[in-house]
T-cell receptor
């Protein structure tokens, strides 16, 4: 089975712009979670989607949003980019919708740099 | 805020030695998971231990969980240079709750 894929792998944007990141989960996985990783804050949970519904949400401003499609693929969007949004954005999928009960399979991440 | 706190923050050992990493957490948990991350890449799941389990093995990995002390340890035996990575513990208070990761431990295994 193919693993979790994320596109693009690298992205450079300017402050004030918006960005959309994409994640394709492992075939058959219905839960997709997003994380932001920075040297200062570590790994922080953004949100989780299961069957096109947001199940959990982290403590991020409304500029961060996401959605999941009927084929379980997910996108996250960050509007009005700030320098502090520079990070590695990781997507993870799991077989069922209980994030805390099953292992997460992570993609390679999208490295976003905001200048 | 991080739920899990790993200790030490960095560890450097010689190939063939054992590496022990610790994780402490603050609230009651449903399970605890350990992940590995090679430099700047995605995380790889290593092992999941449930709150009613005390010890679990997977190959060269041994994980223990002490819910009374709210702590877990990850032991890697006979370490290899390829074990060089960052290791994270992650906890959740319930099956439907989000995973919360610690800040990670950087392990360097010298050949």
């Amino acid at each position: 089975k193919a693993g979790v894929t994320q596109t693009p792998r690298y992205l450079i944007k300017t402050r004030g712009q918006q960005v959309t990141l994409s994640c394709s989960p492992i075939s058959g996985h219905r839960s997709v979670s997003w994380y932001q990783q920075t040297p200062g804050q570590g790994l922080q949970f953004l949100f989780e989607y299961f069957s096109e519904t947001q199940r959990n949400k982290g403590n991020f401003p409304g500029r961060f949003s996401g959605r999941q499609f009927s084929n379980s693929r997910s996108e996250m969007n960050v509007s009005t980019l700030e320098l502090g949004d520079s990070a590695l954005y990781l997507c993870a999928s799991s077989l069922v919708g209980r994030q805390g009960d099953h292992e997460q399979y992570f993609g390679p991440g999208t490295r976003l740099t905001v200048t | 805020s991080q739920q899990g706190e790993e200790d030490p923050q960095a560890l450097s050992i010689q190939e063939g030695e054992n590496a022990t990493m610790n994780c402490s957490y603050k609230t009651s948990i449903n399970n605890l998971q350990w992940y590995r991350q090679n430099s700047g890449r995605g995380l790889v799941h290593l092992i999941l231990i449930r709150s009613n389990e005390r010890e679990k093995h997977s190959g060269r990995l041994r994980v223990t969980l002490d819910t009374s002390k709210k702590s877990s340890s990850l032991l890697i035996t006979a370490s290899r240079a390829a074990d060089t990575a960052s290791y994270f513990c992650a906890t959740t208070p319930g099956a439907n709750s989000k995973l919360t990761f610690g800040k990670g431990i950087t392990l360097s295994v010298r050949p």
